[in-house]
């Protein structure tokens, strides 16, 4: 039983309609006779205020309205791996087939492919009791992820029958449970309504770091799996370049990448290159463990709204089968703005710079989906998802809403800079404003897997960099001939920290990528030096004589000199770099 | 179907280019309005609201001499839509297609819709042929590619319109002779300015190859929010289906914003920052969205827009909304033009995005990249030392230092200096970006390869030890 109406209103993406008394509120409804995708916004009475997802130019007062009678969903199957959706899960690449290169209305497109068959591999035993979440069987998705079938969440029984090995599409009946004495017929696609969390058993603690291979990131404002992280900066700064970043060279087993409102060309950046870029710890192509949700800045407005929810409800059924999710969304500000052009459609009243005053609370639940957990399930899987969100605040001024709420979320700051954009120092995170409330419990990861010192080298490279800042307001009032040799040296090492070690080019074959044990020996050779360095400057050294050092060119190259798996070759620098202040140290007796 | 053709006589209420139509049946969102006055001059709107009491519609020309009781409105039953044809090639368009220069009506039957309709991400190409525009600042160190939308960011009074002028003039792909055509889009511009553009385009014997959708600064300003779209329209037209590749100059995106402006504070919308519209990121998306390349089609569509930004502020909400939707920005300097240098191209500032797949080996050359980035840090450096001096003197500077203001003037003057006729090759950029680096000692060259600055880098007096 569905409720029909009809149009009483259209103003852009947002439509009246009246005689939708029998609907719910968040209900999926088909608009016009052209059966235009949009959700129930608000409902009073017969009355019902409805988001439309598709452009609404030509619909007309009263063309139907009818419900579907479920909320706003997502497919969940074999099938979604390397797959490019629009911000309400749309397949493009099969609305390509359709309509050509310009997007128009298809009908019936379903987001996944319903005759395609895969190879299912039962591994629940017949007489079971089972849970939802607890797995059924698995599904090789692509070479670099095993989907596993999972009992949909909510149902619970007797395991009656389940489909021998073989190929099956995802709406056939894969397994039977008895329930209540009752069959239930369990296929491989399932649904979930974007905008409800998934449930989970328990929360977990983070204390795993997503390694990026981004040293900025990785050694001074490291994320965990399961954290959260906010990436604003003025346009140009490089967020989505960092993005991409992460999407590419992180060791997450799944990654969700939202483009949301951004460009399309950076959508097709990311398909041009991923199937190309092998995953640096399985050789295989990062495609096979991507999904890609574009809703472009010039597709609809209201489906970008979605597109964030899309993606972090695909995100958690992964996270389910007991992966590490990381979700990019790029950027949360066009998701913001989406909210507020449907809030001012509405005549709501607006709150901080015309937003809705449920912003807050808005991008709180988005957070709140993050983290690491026990899934549901009787086997004690744990999963996680962590999510990155871009935020591009007008005028680059941090000051505003979306910022300002966004850093109340996150546990991790990345302040990008347009000065240090603008010098080219990439990426441009600003060092002094920047932070990771996640530092002391990763700590102890990096202690038992990298070096037990490296907290206390990033410690003291961050006191050389901020005590660089201080000697900046002098320098900037005297020049830097006038300081001792001593600042000088300080002055000296933190250029050497910032060109070699936090500057980071993605574009350099070896230097895009920096594994965590090569971070380290970069560090500490550059904090030795500084500290043995100093050692001949207190004995007399002059400072020029430091820098003249034939060592310092090495260092300054070593990033992009050394690959990830030589680093023998960094071990001789740390050599050749005591050698020549030996020999330094020599020449004063 | 029950309104269209039906002609409505008398509207309810005028605020502004918005009228309100009572008791009209059969409309659809977003069509196409004609608006009879009581002189029997018809203008064109476009529906905006369809609700029970009354369907809302923004008149393009404005309402000016509009009255309640005489106007009559007719409702088309589609979008507006443009014509498009080969034949607008060399001629002079208004905001509707239709041609203002005296010379016939176009035969053409073709018409398309001026909205266009989103490009569906999975059928892009990504952009990658170099444009080179023989102006070394932009092939040097901003590169333009087929597809870009690369925007100039300029001043009132700057010289962004010879700049313009000149790449329309330059712009080529190297090693290649395809089609290749231009379509100049003109909101609220002066009439001095229109005939510059005209002009040029006349002098060089471009004319021909140049369709022109002028709204000049005397026409009704809420037209100009159809301009880019009819511009654009065509554009779409001759790239995707006459194969050709199309440049797109539209100057000034400024007045188009604030024409935006005046369209939402006449339908008392909430104003976001500076009185312009929330949706202004999405409105000028869903123009410079439409550059790019279409898998399987040959031709291209690359835009310019070119923008005056009010009080040279970077951050007002229209370069700073531009910015965000653009694949990069060519930035001018007032303190450069006033330095008598031209075009006054701020690098520090200016960007394209697309630079990296476009250029290296086998576009330009293989040490472009490198060059390119070397020359950002140590020109930034130079900007550093340069604020330094003004405070301690050159006196107080350290030899590096020293020799980073050597480097910074030189570059300035060989390298962003050019003149207005001078169409230099990307060798040549590249050999005088070389010569601008030799000020400079090799240890600083930390951006290139040893084997590039071995093959490159010109050989002083004083390295030959
Ligand atoms: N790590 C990096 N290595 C090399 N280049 C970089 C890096 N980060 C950023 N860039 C440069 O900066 C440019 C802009 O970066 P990006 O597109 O990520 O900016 P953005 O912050 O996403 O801007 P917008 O808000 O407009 O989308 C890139 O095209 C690239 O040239
Ligand atoms: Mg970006």
Not at chain 1, 80 to 86: A, E, K, R, T, W
Not at chain 1, 475 to 496: M, N, Y
Not at chain 2, 174 to 185: C, H, K, L, S, W
């Amino acid at each position: 039983m569905t409720a029909k109406g009809s149009v009483i209103r259209v103003a852009g993406p947002v439509v009246e309609a009246k005689g939708l008394q029998d609907s719910v509120m968040h209900e999926m409804v088909e608009v016009g006779n052209d059966g235009l995708i949009g959700e129930i916004i608000r409902l009073e009475g017969e009355f019902a205020t409805i988001q439309v997802y598709q452009p609404t130019t030509g619909l007309k007062l009263n063309e139907p309205v009818l419900g579907t009678g479920s909320p706003l969903s997502v497919e969940l199957a074999p099938g979604l791996i390397g797959n490019v959706f629009d911000g309400i899960q749309r397949p493009l690449e099969s609305i390509r087939q359709i309509t050509g290169p310009f997007i128009k209305q298809a009908r019936g497109v379903t987001a996944l492919n319903r005759e395609k068959k895969w190879t299912f591999n039962p591994t629940a035993k017949v007489g079971a009791h089972l849970i939802g979440g607890d797995i059924l069987g698995t599904v090789q998705e692509t070479d670099l992820v095993e989907h596993r079938v999972m009992v949909p969440i909510g149902l619970q029984g007797k395991l009656t029958k389940i489909a021998s090995k073989g190929d099956y599409t995802i709406v056939e009946t894969i397994a039977t449970l008895e329930v209540d004495g009752k069959n239930a017929d369990v296929q491989m696609l399932q649904k979930w309504p974007v905008r409800t969390p998934r449930p989970n058993t328990k929360r977990l603690f983070a204390t795993v770091p997503l390694i990026t291979g981004q040293r900025v990131i990785d050694t001074f404002f490291p994320i965990a799996k399961g954290g959260s992280a906010a990436i604003p900066g003025p346009f140009g700064a490089g967020k989505t370049v960092t993005q991409q970043q992460l999407a590419k060279w992180s060791d997450a087993n799944i990654v969700i990448y939202v483009g949301c409102g951004e460009r399309g060309n950076e959508m097709v950046d990311v398909l041009d290159s991923f199937p190309k870029l092998l995953d640096p710890t399985t050789g295989h192509p990062l495609m096979e463990r991507t999904i890609l949700v574009a809703n472009t800045s010039n597709m609809p407005v209201s489906a970008r709204e979605a597109s964030i929810y899309t993606g972090i409800a695909l995100a958690e059924y992964y996270r389910d089968m007991g992966y590490a999710v990381a979700l990019m969304a790029d950027s949360t500000s066009r998701w913001a703005e989406a909210l507020r052009e449907v809030s001012g459609r509405l005549e709501e009243m607006p709150a901080e710079e015309g937003f809705p005053s449920y912003l807050p609370s808005r991008l709180a639940e988005f957070y709140e989906r993050t983290g690491v957990v026990e899934t549901l399930g009787q086997d004690d899987r744990t999963g996680s998802i962590c999510a990155i969100g871009a935020v591009s605040p007008p005028g680059g001024d941090f000051s505003e809403p979306v910022t300002q709420h966004t850093k109340r979320f996150t546990r991790v700051f990345w302040a990008l800079d347009a000065e240090l954009a603008d010098a080219r120092h990439y990426p441009s995170i600003n060092w002094m404003t920047s932070y990771s409330g996640y530092i002391a419990d990763l700590a102890g990861w990096w202690h038992n897997n990298v070096d037990e010192k490296w907290n206390g080298y990033r410690e003291e490279a961050m006191r050389i960099l901020q005590a660089e800042e201080e000697l900046r307001n002098i320098v900037k009032l005297v020049g830097p001939e006038a300081l001792p040799d001593k600042q000088r040296l300080i002055l000296e090492t933190a250029r050497v920290l910032r060109i070699a070690f936090l500057q980071q080019n993605a574009l350099d074959p070896i230097d895009t990528y920096c594994s965590p044990q090569k971070q380290f020996k970069m560090l500490k050779i550059i904090v030795d030096f500084h500290h043995l360095a100093d050692g001949v400057v207190s004995k007399g050294a002059p400072i020029f004589k430091v820098t003249e050092l034939p060592v310092m060119e090495d260092i300054m190259r070593m990033k992009s000199g050394i690959p990830n798996d030589q680093l023998d070759k960094l071990e001789e620098l740390e050599k050749k770099m005591h050698a020549n202040i030996e020999l330094l140290e020599a020449s004063l007796r | 179907m029950a309104g269209i053709g039906l002609e409505y006589k008398g509207v309810s209420s005028i605020s502004g280019p918005i009228i309100m139509v009572e008791n009209v049946k059969g409309v659809g969102y977003d069509e196409l309005v004609s608006v009879k006055t009581q002189t029997g001059e018809i203008r064109l709107g476009k529906v905006i609201q369809v609700s029970q009491k009354a369907v809302t519609v923004q008149v393009f020309e404005g309402t000016t001499g509009l009255s309640p009781t005489a106007t009559r409105t007719r409702f088309l039953g589609h979008s507006l839509e443009v014509p498009v044809s080969t034949e607008m090639l060399g001629r002079v368009m208004n905001s509707y297609g239709e041609p203002i220069d005296g010379h016939p009506r176009f035969f053409t039957d073709e018409k398309r819709d001026v909205n266009g309709y989103p490009l569906n991400p999975t059928a892009r190409e990504y952009p990658k042929d170099f444009i080179q525009t023989g102006v070394s600042a932009i092939d040097g160190l901003a590169s333009l590619v087929r597809g870009q939308k690369l925007p100039v960011f300029s001043g009132p009074g700057l010289s962004h319109n010879e700049l313009a002028a000149q790449i329309v003039r330059q712009a080529q792909i190297r090693n290649a002779n395809e089609p290749f055509n231009v379509v100049f889009i003109a909101m609220g511009l002066g009439h001095d300015d229109a005939d510059f553009f005209r002009k040029s385009f006349e002098e060089t014997g471009a004319i021909k190859n140049v369709a022109m959708f002028l709204n000049l600064a005397d026409d009704p300003p809420v037209e100009r929010i159809l301009t880019p779209r009819a511009g654009l329209t065509l554009a779409e037209y001759l790239a995707y289906e006459e194969d050709s590749h199309v440049l797109v100059v539209m100057t000034d995106m400024t007045n188009y914003c604030e024409a935006l402006r005046e369209v939402s504070a006449a339908m008392e919308e909430v104003p976001s920052r500076k009185g312009y519209p929330g949706y202004m990121y999405s409105d000028l998306a869903s123009i410079y969205e439409r550059a790019g390349r279409v898998v399987g089609k040959k031709g291209s569509i690359t835009q310019m827009p070119i923008l005056t930004m009010p009080n040279d502020d970077i951050t007002h909400p229209i370069p700073d909304l531009t910015g965000y939707i653009t694949e990069g920005q060519i930035v001018l300097s007032r303190n450069l033009e006033k330095q008598g240098i031209y075009p006054p191209i701020y690098i520090t500032t200016s960007l394209s995005r697309l630079m990296k797949d476009g250029i290296g080996k086998g576009s330009t050359r293989e040490d472009h990249a490198n060059v390119a980035s070397q020359l950002y840090s140590a020109y930034a450096q130079y900007n550093s030392v340069k604020s330094l001096v003004t405070i301690i003197g050159e006196e107080g500077l350290g030899t590096r230092d020293k020799e980073y203001l050597r480097f910074g003037e030189r570059f300035e003057k060989t390298l962003i200096n050019q003149g207005k006729m001078e169409n230099r090759t990307i060798e040549q950029t590249l050999d005088i970006a070389w010569d601008a680096l030799s000020d400079l000692p090799e240890e600083e060259l930390t951006s290139i390869k040893p084997e590039y600055i071995q093959k490159y880098l010109p050989k002083t007096d004083t390295e030959v030890k």
